[in-house]
């Protein structure tokens, strides 16, 4: 072995040519590698952690459904085949949550998109979380700052509006809403109809730490939310029953049937309408008809769990799992990831981008080491040849070969990973500022610090290893068929 | 004792649809010792005598046995074990390994084997080798700081270190002046004498022909001449 890597090192150090060559081009592919991938590792982390810290917790309870269901509602076809499901058996689900050691914190949601329009004026949309603003403020503490007024009183209604969402509807209107000012909330689904609430102003806020998708936020009372989300339980229509219904219904006693729903959802707190502020409608698919419906009370489409340490996801995604299917409940849970939605998948989509354009970049430094090694390989015929016919086995010279390469890759990888080290040293340092949409994706937030990360300089020497094993195999090759006759021939 | 044995050895190259007969039934044995000068002109079949020697190459037909052992069969591990074992080369363009200096060539097929001596052994044996070579002040010179003839030098040393039964020199001195020459061929006499290891060379000089004890002339891939044979007989020398 050591003369192996003494014959090794001294080729790598004699053959400058091709140690340059080589050497630069993985120097520098490795470096674009640690450097783009930290970048990306900076970003996700940003965007997990603050997405986590901030808005989703650790995981998200919802309904047993298929599609892409995100806090801001179904982000696939799914939305048109079907609603936002409710929590089965929701009252279960907290109690059984509140047991488990590792659940720091619980917050029930509901989510809508609205139009925003004042009087006769359409002013623009915003996407509202319908929610209880003790426990959004015990799950997330730290993300809201009141700019002005604050939240509505327990057991009234109203809005906080986003300031992002405010200032994009006062250029529509000409000027600045207050606390006070009513606001029509329009909200329109093939599965639910068109629904219409007025709802006062109580507050300004805004996200401490946001971005182009939680700009467009604003937070409501969770009745509010839950009529424009269609979240009703029937009618308030007469119905002409049958005499056998009549008869059925008449043996059930409707208060005890009441109360023991009512204590079914006693922890949650629940405002109801106030009778003269609803003047809702549902057009129902095709009909045309103005019917009234009764708020779900107690219904809600997600439930928000902040764990007390990130180690427990995965058993508390077991445990969950196993508690719904003990107790038939057809809800599940999902990652922080499925609930951020879009921007955090775009997130990711760019760094799978990134990793492609790596991945390419590795086939064509592939071929272009490939090629200089077998230059290499074939200019050392006589060497090999001579080794081989003094008794060097074949294993010997693969080896060689396989050792050189790696020696050198190794080498270049290291220089790599220590100017791609400085590099975001240096990035760190001075920050980067998003100018724009784009880069605030990318970057998960107003700012980024990239920071070397382990993983991705663990995948760069992953990426090393594999670029030298595959470049070596073509040159070992031809190795392997070098005779022993070559030392002779070349000699002569 | 024979340690080369070639019976009718036949030896066919393709190049392309063309035959090249380049042995047409050579037979010959080598004793143990021998100090033996394979010549011949350009084409006649002495390199292709040396590579199946050294076992680096196939007769078409025909036995080649080395050291009591046929050649035909072997696998190419088995071939590049007997080959170490049993035999050394010593190349017309010496083929030092240029990144290793004097010492480092001549231990290097040392290092290839798994029967190795101990380190102290290995260091005395190679300086040993070193001194009788008359490098001993270019230990740690490397390949291209030293002149042909100490390159053939470092060869011969090489060639000698795994104390093999034979040592093959294809025309060692045709890139010599004829003096160093002269003392490459001398140098190898020496070792011949005080080793008693079988050396054959093939050469197209007839003053070192002349330094042979056993002379294999080759014509057309045929033996014209064997010196011993010839002298067992009764003939001519």
């Known amino acids: ?66 599609g ?22 929701y009252a279960a689900i907290v109690e059984f949550a509140s047991s488990l050691p590792y659940v720091a914190a619980l917050n029930p949601q509901v989510s809508a ?62 000027f600045t809403f207050r606390p006070g000012d009513k606001l029509l909330f329009t909200s329109v689904s093939t599965h639910t109809g068109m629904r219409i609430r007025e709802v006062e102003i109580t507050g300004l806020f805004r996200f401490k730490q946001s971005n182009v998708q939680l700009d467009m936020v ?20 007469p119905a002409e029953l049958s005499s056998a219904e009549q008869q059925f219904l008449g043996q059930i006693d409707a208060e005890s049937i009441f109360s023991s729903l009512d204590s079914l959802f006693a922890e949650v707190s629940v405002e109801e309408p106030a009778a003269d502020e609803d003047f809702w409608f ?14 779900d009370t107690g219904a809600w489409q997600y439930l928000l769990v902040r764990l007390s340490d990130e180690k427990y996801l995965k058993q508390a995604e077991k445990d969950f799992a196993r508690f719904f299917a003990e107790q038939g409940i057809a809800a599940q849970t999902r990652d922080w990831r499925q609930g951020a939605g879009a921007l955090a998948d775009l ?75 400085l590099i975001l040293l240096v990035l760190n340092r001075i920050g980067l500022k998003a100018t724009n949409v784009f880069f605030e994706i990318i970057y998960g937030g107003p700012e980024l610090r990239p920071e070397l990360s382990w993983s991705a ?28 006759l070559k030392a002779m021939e070349s000699s002569r | 004792m024979a340690i080369v ?135 740690h010179h490397k390949a291209n700081e030293l002149s042909g003839g100490q390159r053939q030098r470092v060869a011969i040393a090489r060639a000698l270190v795994t104390k093999p039964e034979i040592v093959l020199a294809d025309e060692p001195t045709a890139n010599l002046d004829s003096k160093t020459g002269q003392s490459i061929i001398e140098l190898m006499k020496k070792m011949n004498a005080e080793l008693n290891t079988t050396f054959i060379f093939s050469t197209h000089d007839t003053t070192i022909m002349s330094i042979a004890d056993h002379v294999i002339r080759l014509l057309d891939g045929v033996v014209v001449e064997d010196s011993k044979a010839q002298a067992a007989a009764g003939g001519l020398v």
């Open chain 1, 218 to 237: 604003s937070l409501m009372d969770v009745s509010n939310v839950r009529d424009l989300a269609g979240m009703v339980v029937g009618y308030a229509d």
């Open chain 2, 5 to 139: 044995e070639l019976q009718d050895v036949k030896k066919i190259y393709y190049l392309g649809k063309a035959e090249v007969h380049a042995l047409r039934g050579v037979t010959f044995s080598i004793e143990k010792g021998d100090f033996v000068s394979i010549v011949g002109p350009s084409g006649s079949g002495k390199s292709t005598i040396l590579n199946l020697i050294g076992c680096i190459d196939q007769p078409t037909s025909g036995m080649v046995k080395i050291n009591g052992t046929v050649t035909q069969g072997l696998s190419d591990r088995e071939l590049t074990n007997l080959r170490h074992k049993t035999v050394g080369f010593i190349f017309q363009s010496f083929n030092l390994i240029p990144v290793l200096n004097v010492y480092e060539n001549i231990e290097f097929p040392l290092l290839l084997g798994k029967d190795r001596p101990g380190k102290k052994e290995m260091r005395e044996w190679i300086e040993y080798l070193i001194g009788a070579v008359g490098l001993a002040d270019h230990t």
């Open chain 1, 282 to 295: 549902s057009v129902l698919e095709g009909s045309g008809e103005v019917q009234a419906a009764v708020e």
């Open chain 1, 1 to 66: 072995m050591r003369i192996l890597l003494t014959i090794a090192w001294r080729n790598v150090r004699q053959h400058k040519v091709k140690t340059t060559i080589i050497g630069l081009i993985m120097a520098i592919g490795i470096m674009v590698l640690v450097v783009g991938n930290s970048f990306m590792d900076t970003a996700a982390k940003g965007i997990e952690r603050y997405y986590i810290k901030n808005y989703t917790g650790h995981l998200m309870i919802t309904g047993k459904t298929k």
């Open chain 1, 113 to 174: 998109t609205a139009v925003v329009s004042r009087g006769e004026t359409t002013l623009g949309a915003t996407q509202l979380f319908g929610i209880i603003p003790e426990q959004y403020q015990a799950m997330f503490p730290d993300n809201v700052e009141i700019l002005e007024g604050g939240f509505w009183e327990p057991g009234q209604q109203g809005v906080l509006l986003n300031r992002a969402v405010a200032e994009l509807l006062e250029q529509q209107v000409g």
């Open chain 1, 457 to 484: 300089v663990l995948l760069s020497f992953a990426v090393i290893a594999a670029v030298g094993a595959v470049s070596s195999a073509y040159p070992t090759a031809i190795v392997m068929k070098t005779s022993p």
């Open chain 1, 68 to 89: 892409n269901l995100t806090l801001f509602g179904f982000q696939d076809v799914t939305a048109i085949e079907q609603p936002v499901p409710r929590i089965p058996d």
């Open chain 1, 347 to 421: 997130s990711y989509g760019i760094k799978s981008v990134f990793n492609t354009v790596v991945l390419i970049i590795a086939v064509v430094a592939v071929i272009i080491i490939m090629n200089t090694l077998v230059i290499s390989v074939t200019e050392r015929m006589s060497e090999i040849g001579t080794m081989r016919a003094i008794g060097a086995q074949k294993s010997f010279v693969r080896r060689l070969i396989v050792i050189e390469t790696m020696l050198l890759s190794g080498l270049s990888g290291l220089v790599g990973v220590g100017a791609g080290g």
